[in-house]
């Protein structure tokens, strides 16, 4: 979890930029694992209609800087090999130097490889933590393993 903190500040990362960037893998490759627990983070750092959102990849509550994120953490978990110079110029104009762009790169590979763990050791969202998202949040992650 050491890595994770040190990439997120390395790329200086608000808390609801990890939430962001960790909820658009997490959706990408299906861990509802991730999602819930993120969810409920987002929640609380902003708000349900923002952690809905996120989880439907809705842009309407996020800075473009937070858009950039989302997609960018979307391409590194979806097909890391598609991405392009327009995907690495959009963070530079998002704000992002590039040790900043490398180390979100590798916090959002850390995330998606952390995520295909849990899914592939089957690994369910906490059924306690589950329980204290809002329901409409938790009703809105509709993949991956039920609480359990």
């Keep these: 979890m050491e890595l994770f903190a ?3 500040e390395a790329a200086g990362l608000t808390p609801r930029e990890r ?6 893998q997490a959706t990408t490759i299906g861990d509802s694992y991730c999602a819930v627990a993120w969810g409920k ?4 750092w902003a708000d ?3 952690a809905i959102a996120a989880l439907t990849a809705d842009e309407e509550p996020f800075s473009e800087r937070e858009r950039a994120l989302a997609d960018w953490a979307r391409t590194v978990a ?3 090999g598609s991405s392009t110079p327009q995907d690495i ?3 530079r104009d998002a704000g992002f130097k590039e040790p900043q762009i490398v180390a979100l790169t590798i916090f959002a590979g850390l995330r998606t ?3 295909s763990i849990n899914g592939a050791l089957g690994a369910r969202p906490d059924i306690a933590l589950a329980e204290a998202l809002d ?4 009703a809105a992650i509709t993949w991956g393993r039920t609480p359990g």
Excluded: G, H, N, W
């Design 78 to 80: 979806r097909s890391p």
């Design 6 to 8: 040190s990439t997120a």
């Design 135 to 138: 329901p409409a949040v938790r």
């Design 113 to 115: 490889a952390f995520s």
């Design 48 to 50: 349900p209609q923002t």
């Design 89 to 91: 110029q959009r963070l």
């Design 19 to 24: 939430a962001v960037i960790v909820i658009a």
């Design 41 to 44: 983070r987002l929640t609380d």
